[in-house]
């Protein structure tokens, strides 16, 4: 089955995903609700050294977004600018033109706080050593960055030439066997050999890297990789799709005894065996959860008021559910029956609202739901719960921009700013 796998099961080409980004538009008529945001911007620039200091750095030296240079800070952090220019400096002299050392940057960002010198310096010569024309090296390393990150020497040259050989196949569409010369035995080379039957099955190049440079399971190991790569693709998982990764992540990390234990751990609450893997397919890490887990689950939705079967409904709809806190539950719960009142069927029929963020979200949305119907512009009947599903450019033009009168308009759109923080 394997060989089949791998020989017979090719996709000559892989699909193209594409993230739709969601703004808010014309925003801008209501520039003075962004006055506190400014104010807290140069606060950050002025702010003492440390996290401060790299958010500042990051935004202008590399052009990067404020929210993506704070996610940044929490990971690196430094005091002041003579290691990270070096390193840029180091970047730019091999090629590397502003937009790859961004990118670059974003991905790996610990190479701020390497040594450029002592540590990156070595490993750039050296794969310019072996014949890496600068175009080569840098599409490589821009596409990889997490390449320097292994050391020096035939690791990081192994690596390299895999990298480039995908690279250089997926350009002409060339699905030939890799690494045919890699020999059997060690941790890396079965890393190697596994990563390349992933590729052979189409996982793309997004993916692959990332499991390629990753301590996860699904890439260790020979025949537990064989025996969890069958099973996932037997399920019918897409292999270009996060999914079929995350689908291999958790069958590899688990014994068949645990896999039992915790389906039979959801038969006693009330699944059969298909739902279970119906469910599982729709999010595998549904069955990373303990069985104390599942079960503290299904008691905090019951002293809720929810009833057995509607738990099990909202799993069934919504599988990220059983992974919740039980503040974060009740808090949410009771916020959307209690404060609005929407009957507890609503949140049967919709789970997907326990997972916005009250915050940025369903609070501020209901507040303008509040409004509106202070001011009958809605009725006296709340809309469908599905109103905190929507997007916000589609919130905002049903329940906001549509209103003829513009003093209403700026009213609500300074309420769900205000409330919201969007910036």
């Known amino acids: 089955m394997y060989s089949l796998i791998l020989h017979g099961r090719r996709l000559t080409q892989l699909q193209k995903w594409h993230h739709l980004i969601v703004s808010v538009q014309n925003v801008t008529a209501f520039s003075n609700s962004f006055s506190s945001a400014s104010a807290a911007d140069v606060s950050l620039r002025e702010g003492p050294k440390g996290k401060n200091f790299t958010v500042s750095y990051l935004i202008d030296s590399l052009g990067l977004t404020t929210k993506l240079a704070e996610s940044i800070s929490r990971k690196v952090s430094f005091e002041d600018k003579g290691n990270p220019d070096s390193v840029l400096k180091l970047l730019r002299s091999y090629g590397f033109t502003y937009s790859q050392i961004s990118s670059i940057i974003a991905t790996y960002p610990r190479l701020l706080i390497l040594d450029a010198e002592k540590s990156l310096s070595p490993k750039l010569q050296s794969l310019q050593s072996r014949g890496a024309s600068t175009s080569e090296l840098t599409e490589t390393v821009s596409t990889v960055p997490k390449i320097l990150g292994k050391k020096e020497g035939t690791s990081i040259s192994r690596y390299y030439d895999f990298v480039k050989e995908i690279i250089e196949a997926d350009k002409s569409s060339n699905f030939l066997k890799l690494c045919h010369s890699v020999p059997a035995g060690s941790k890396q080379e079965n890393k190697l050999r596994n990563v390349s039957a992933l590729r052979e099955l189409g996982v793309p190049q997004r993916l692959l890297f990332s499991l390629l440079f990753s301590d ?20 019918g998982f897409d292999p ?11 069958i590899q990390g688990l014994s068949d005894k645990a896999i ?41 939705f019951l002293g809720l008021g929810f009833t057995r079967d509607e738990w099990a409904m909202m799993i069934k709809l919504f599988p990220q559910c059983v992974g919740y806190s039980v503040e974060s539950v009740k808090k949410k719960t009771e916020f959307v029956v209690k404060k609005m009142n929407w009957p507890i069927k609503a949140v049967v029929s919709h789970p997907q609202v326990l997972g916005y963020s009250m915050e940025k979200r369903t609070v501020p949305r209901c507040k303008v739901i509040k409004a509106l119907m202070s001011k009958g512009s809605l009725g006296s009947e709340l ?22 009168d513009k003093q209403l308009v700026t009213e609500l759109m300074s309420i769900f700013i205000t409330e919201s923080r969007i910036v």
Do not use: C
């Open 216 to 235: 996860a399971q699904p890439v260790h190991g020979k025949e537990k990789f064989k025996e969890s790569l069958n099973k996932v693709v037997e399920m």
């Open 240 to 250: 270009t799709s996060l999914k079929f990764v995350e689908a291999l992540r958790i």
């Open 260 to 300: 039992e234990e915790k389906v039979n751990a959801y038969k006693r609450l009330g699944f059969t065996a298909g739902d279970v893997w119906s469910v599982f397919k729709k999010w595998p890490s549904f069955l990373r959860h303990s069985e104390k887990k599942i079960e503290n689950s299904i008691e905090s």
């Open 383 to 404: 809309p469908p719960l599905s109103v905190l599903s929507m997007t916000d450019q589609d919130f905002l033009q049903r329940y906001v921009r549509k209103h003829n």
